[in-house]
């Protein structure tokens, strides 16, 4: 329940209309936060929304049915009339001149159909529809039921257009809805994917981890095509609608260990297991796999393929068609029919989009991803080699494309390359890989992080990521990158819930635990934080960030000595020295945080022009604290885009200079 007011008034009962009616329902995004962090701005904010929304809704034939905490639920004769008074309360909104401490983002909804008026109020299937829908839409969009749409669609007033978004299942609903956006110039357009995407993951959906194959070849060279052709096999089943499938880094920490299948399902939460053998030699490869039912410890399906390396694709799509049709067949008891196959073979050929023709090419790009997920300088060199060879072999491989992007952006992010250097070419590589396959998740994650991370361009970031998400759900890197985007816009809520799913997906990775403690750290849930970073070290005692995001955490909640020890930790040199300067700073230890803060400078500027100016913004000296960012600015410093939800520079928030250096960002609103 939402901690505003509960109720407020009521329309009179004799004027609401009866039989076919259009409702529309409202929300105010993250209102229980502001409530319960802003209740004074909160209380002025609301009756102003409660004016404007009224006074929209009756000026185009509406009646507010009721009001119940920040929500208003209104019903009107006409389906045309409906969609106009959304779109002026829109509107009026956004011109609102809110509040710093209380911007209002509303959601709305409306669907048409026929419902029970009983003694002044609605009842009925048409009403929980229009409810549920409202529910997977985010702040500042309004979404149309497909009954809606259909009474509308050819009276739109000038401007308006809508944009389908797609079939979704609703909350406690049976049938799907296809759900419909409304769009108009003055209002915002880009916006995350509908919440059904972030719905908590049901326990009876069929779910699988796919090990890395042993290579039974004598090279040990020929590890690679081993550990890639499981990595294929697991992105490729990832991409299939409801079925879950743990992420690789989780799945693959078990390499060359001896922990067996019961064990294993249990530590990455799955009910089946995927595992094989490879053995090359030449050009002819035997391949073996069998999938295993861990609660019977039974095999659902084995087989073995002896074939030409040429024949590779072949093999991999049948080892991925027999694995989705016994798990549909044996979990949830669906007919293996001849109509069933060809959809199970429609949609494996839909989520194999992007992959090249030929096996030579697509060594190369096995090799290039094995080395260069390494993330050392050397191997990442090479991994772009291998790429650069596959790409001469087979100029229209997408996927090898992408990859090749990832590399870049690594490139460049780890300071090995020239930023523009390293993020043009990863742009280059991104976007030819989406002129091969429009409908290519990796690229569009990679694109997206170079929207963000250096074009700062949030609304196409956003976008990016949006479409990644549409095409690719069940990839946690997908999630990981669209959480740190939603945090980056501030909207805390929604990166959580992000990183939280990319956690279950991911549950052994050190980085899905580090991003998951980021996000909640800025979302103030400290104590989530604290668990889920020291979660991250235990899977990764030395990896970087990991103290430093401990220590930030243990600040904020005020205890300073366990903070100071989470800092000693850290094994990255300007983190390290960025840990100290702000803990002897909390402690009053001036000098001790002036020699720190000095080291990080002389040592560092030029890579943490950022974590010179939050210490600066920590201690307070806001015109350092600016003047540096300006540096960090200029350096297009990736960690400026965390600056909304930095508590480190919550000093500055009230500074004249800070509203115009956010616009400047674009990230005012």
Not at 201 to 228: C, Q
Not at 247 to 269: M, W
Request: aromatic content about 8%; some cysteine; overall charge negative.
């Amino acid at each position: 329940m939402k901690s505003g007011p509960t109720s407020r008034r009521r329309s009179n009962v004799a004027s609401l209309p009866s039989g076919t009616v259009t409702f529309l329902f409202t929300d105010i995004e993250g209102s229980t936060r502001l409530w319960e962090t802003q209740r004074e701005a909160m209380t002025s904010a609301l009756a102003r929304h409660d004016a404007l929304l009224r006074q929209c809704i009756e000026a185009h034939g509406g009646y507010v049915v009721k009001t119940l905490g920040d929500g208003i639920h209104a019903v009107f004769v006409t389906a045309s009339n409906a969609l106009q008074a959304a779109l002026a309360a829109q509107q009026a909104l956004r011109a609102e001149s809110w509040s710093e401490h209380a911007q209002l983002r509303v959601r709305m909804a409306l669907h048409t159909g026929t419902a029970e008026l009983r003694e002044g109020d609605y009842y009925g299937p048409t009403l929980n529809r229009a409810a549920r829908l409202m529910g997977i839409g985010h702040g500042g969009q309004t979404l149309l039921s497909a009954a809606t749409y259909d009474l509308c669609s050819d009276l739109l007033p000038p401007g308006v257009s809508l944009k389908p978004l797609g079939e979704y299942s609703l909350k406690d609903l049976a049938r799907p809805e296809t759900v419909f956006q409304l769009c108009h110039r003055d209002l915002p357009q880009a916006f995350p994917p509908l919440k059904t995407l972030l719905a908590p993951m049901d326990a009876d959906t069929p779910s699988i981890a796919v090990l890395p194959f042993v290579n039974m070849s004598r090279d040990e060279e020929n590890e690679y095509f081993a550990d890639g052709l499981a990595e294929e096999l697991l992105n490729v089943l990832s991409k299939i609608r409801g079925l879950r499938v743990a992420s690789r880094t989780s799945a693959f920490s078990f390499k060359g260990t001896k922990v067996d299948i019961p064990t294993v399902a249990q530590k990455l939460n799955v009910a089946t297991v995927l595992e094989g053998s490879v053995r090359k030699v030449g050009k002819r490869v035997r391949i073996t796999a069998q999938l295993v039912q861990v609660a019977t410890d039974s095999h659902l399906w084995s087989g073995t393929y002896d074939r030409d390396l040429e024949d590779i694709f072949a093999v991999q799509d049948d080892i991925a068609q027999s694995v989705v049709q016994e798990l549909q067949a044996t979990l949830l008891g669906e007919k293996a029919d001849v109509s069933a196959s060809a959809a199970v073979k429609a949609e494996l050929q839909a989520a194999a989009k992007g992959r090249g023709e030929n096996a030579k090419a697509y060594a190369l790009y096995l090799q290039g991803r094995f080395v260069a997920d390494r993330i050392t300088r050397e191997d990442v060199a090479k991994g772009i080699g291998y790429f650069r060879e596959a790409l001469e072999l087979d100029p229209g491989y997408a996927l090898a494309w992408a990859e090749l992007s990832r590399a870049h952006l690594n490139e460049a992010g780890y300071s090995w390359a020239p930023l523009d250097d390293g993020f043009g070419k990863a742009r280059m590589a991104a976007e030819r890989a989406l002129e091969l396959e429009p409908d290519l998740a990796e690229a569009y994650v990679a694109l997206g992080l170079v929207q963000m991370n250096y074009d700062w361009d949030w609304q196409r970031a956003d976008a990016s990521f949006r479409r990644a998400l549409a095409l690719a759900p069940g990839n946690a890197e997908v999630l990981r990158g669209a959480a740190i985007l939603a945090g980056t816009l501030g909207r805390n809520e929604e990166a959580v819930a992000l990183a939280r799913r990319a956690v279950a997906l991911d549950p052994l990775s050190m980085s899905a635990h580090r991003s998951l403690g980021a996000r909640c750290l800025g979302a103030g849930l400290l104590d989530e934080a604290a668990a889920v970073v020291k979660k991250a070290i235990e899977f990764s005692p030395q990896g970087g960030l990991l103290h430093a995001w401990l220590g930030r955490v243990h600040l904020a909640q005020g205890r300073i000595e366990e903070a100071r020890e989470a800092f000693e930790t850290e094994v990255i040199g300007y983190y390290y020295l960025q840990g100290l300067a702000l803990v002897a700073h909390a402690q009053d230890r001036e000098a001790e945080s002036d020699s720190a803060l000095s080291q990080l400078i002389d040592k560092h500027a030029q890579e943490s022009a950022y974590q010179v100016a939050e210490v600066y913004a920590y201690r307070g000296e806001k015109d350092l604290a600016f003047q540096w960012f300006e540096r960090a600015y200029a350096q297009r410093d990736p960690g400026l885009s965390s600056i909304k939800s930095n508590a480190l520079l919550r000093n500055l928030h009230d500074d004249p200079r800070w509203r115009p250096f956010l616009e400047k960002m674009r990230l005012a609103t």
